[in-house]
């Protein structure tokens, strides 16, 4: 025999794990386009919380440290409701061993995670918005950072959240465990976003926040490729 | 595809949670031949055959596929078809979707229509549009197949192969396992040994239960 394959297989062209993620990417946009489950939940949370932190603040003047809090705080808990969506539905609709005959963990992983990059950084370019124009006193000076600290925090959520989303869809108790597990994990991401809008919201210069960003790039790093080393063993016994 | 096949396993044993499932569980079959699995009810059979499909990894033994021949995907996902109770297709997606992803996940193409043919084939020609989500079980079980079968593959996996179809459904799938037990490789898991052939390599497993 000239070939012998035994476990674990691996894919032999990058070509073809693209081709294969891509696809995954594809299947869940328009599963998701056709049931608007994790949509919904995302702009329905963006769009109630954003009214109470408008009814909170009332006539009050808020400084604008707080206010870039505040946007983050509704980025997170709205990314909490539907990003554990896109293992959950899997594991509920039973199509996880379809999944498995189709393809290999990374690739798996590597479609899940575009499709909740997407997903993220959509919810957060529309709670940016909704935000500046409901929220007067919300200001940003230097666009450059806020839009790198926008683009990487989404990033970052979407690495840290489809991993603890592989990991609940096996447990019993998926919606409630799912922000609690998030929330130590995301904390230092959070802090430092936090961090860099303020200064974007101070109008600092790009320099300022060189080590923020640097942060931002080794916790994406770090994160995806500890998901890919852990994935394994999450999605195949 | 133009694979010839060997599937050998040795010693192959599944624990879930201290559990023993089965265990010593050793054959070796190839290509034109057929692997007909029995064995009580929750003796393992349905773990073994996933096993094979390598989407679970065994807890004692060895599983090898050995290939020789062409393998245009270069993936043992593209030499594997399985058809089994547990496995579903996507209910927002119809037929012919969810067969174009099982192909585009495989980075192949749907050459000369040949999803239309293949749901022809497996008497689905009418409902190729149709949202598996309004399928009976028969039907569903009819996709099952197409799905197994939409990359040619030359192991076919087969988990109660007759369960929910009708005498039509019943047919089909005694003409299919006719025909791949001669030109691939067949794994039956069932305990109504009517339903294959008389040649073929019998393994029993033992419920440890």
């Given at each position: 025999m000239s070939e012998c394959i035994s476990m674990p297989s691996i894919d032999r062209s990058s070509a073809q794990w693209f081709t294969a993620a891509a696809a995954i990417f594809?299947?869940?946009?328009?599963?998701?386009?056709?049931?608007?489950?994790?949509?919904?939940?995302?702009?329905?949370?963006v769009v109630s919380t954003i009214a109470i932190v408008i009814f909170a603040i009332g006539s009050e003047s808020i400084p604008s440290d707080v206010l870039t809090g505040m946007l983050w705080v509704i980025i997170f808990f709205s990314s909490m409701s539907g990003l554990s969506r896109t293992f959950v539905a899997e594991e509920e609709r039973g199509t996880v061993l379809t999944l498995q005959l189709l393809a290999s963990p990374s690739v798996v992983l590597g479609g899940k995670l575009a499709f909740n990059f997407v997903l993220v950084l959509s919810l957060n370019i529309f709670a940016v918005a909704l935000y500046s124009l409901l929220v007067s006193e919300f200001l940003i000076v230097t666009l450059s950072i806020f839009w790198i600290t926008i683009l990487l925090g989404s990033m970052g959520l979407a690495a840290a959240a489809t991993i603890i989303a592989a990991i609940i869809a096996k447990a019993n108790t998926k919606g409630t465990l799912f922000p609690v597990l998030s929330l130590p994990i995301l904390l230092p991401l959070l802090v430092v976003v936090i961090n860099a809008t303020r200064l974007a919201g101070e109008g600092a210069p790009f320099e300022d926040a060189v080590r923020e960003?640097?942060?931002?790039?080794?916790?994406?790093?770090?994160?995806?490729?500890?998901?890919?080393?852990?994935?394994?063993?999450?999605?195949t016994d | 595809m133009i694979v010839d096949?060997?599937?050998?396993?040795?010693?192959?044993?599944?624990?879930f949670n201290q559990r023993v499932i089965?265990?010593?569980?050793?054959?070796?079959?190839?290509?034109?031949?057929?692997?007909?699995?029995?064995?009580?009810?929750?003796?393992?059979?349905s773990t073994l055959l996933k096993i094979l499909a390598h989407v679970l990894t065994p807890s004692q033994g060895l599983v090898r596929l050995l290939s020789e021949g062409r393998n245009p995907g270069g993936s043992l996902r593209h030499l594997i078809g399985f058809v089994s109770p547990y496995l579903n297709l996507y209910d927002e997606f119809s037929a012919r979707e969810n067969l174009q992803f099982a192909l585009s996940i495989r980075g192949m193409h749907n050459e000369g229509s040949a999803i239309d043919r293949l749901l022809e084939r497996v008497s689905?020609?009418?409902?190729k549009d149709t949202a598996v989500r309004v399928f009976s079980s028969g039907m569903r079980q009819r996709l099952k197949y197409a799905f197994a079968?939409?990359?040619?593959?030359?192991?076919?996996?087969?988990?109660?192969?007759?369960?929910?179809?009708?005498?039509?459904?019943r047919g089909f799938v005694q003409e299919l396992m006719a025909e791949r037990g001669k030109e691939g490789l067949l794994v039956v898991a069932t305990n109504d040994e009517t339903e294959v052939e008389r040649n073929h390599v019998r393994v029993h497993i033992d419920a440890f239960h």
């Open positions: 594809r299947k869940d946009w328009q599963s998701e386009l056709r049931t608007r489950y994790a949509i919904s939940a995302l702009i329905m949370f960003f640097q942060f931002l790039i080794a916790y994406i790093v770090v994160v995806v490729t500890v998901s890919q080393l852990l994935f394994d063993y999450i999605w | 096949l060997r599937l050998e396993a040795s010693h192959l044993g599944k624990t089965f265990r010593e569980v050793s054959f070796a079959v190839g290509t034109g031949e057929t692997l007909l699995v029995t064995g009580r009810n929750g003796s393992g059979k689905l020609g009418g409902f079968l939409v990359h040619n593959p030359p192991l076919l996996l087969l988990d109660e192969p007759m369960a929910n179809l009708d005498q039509e459904g």
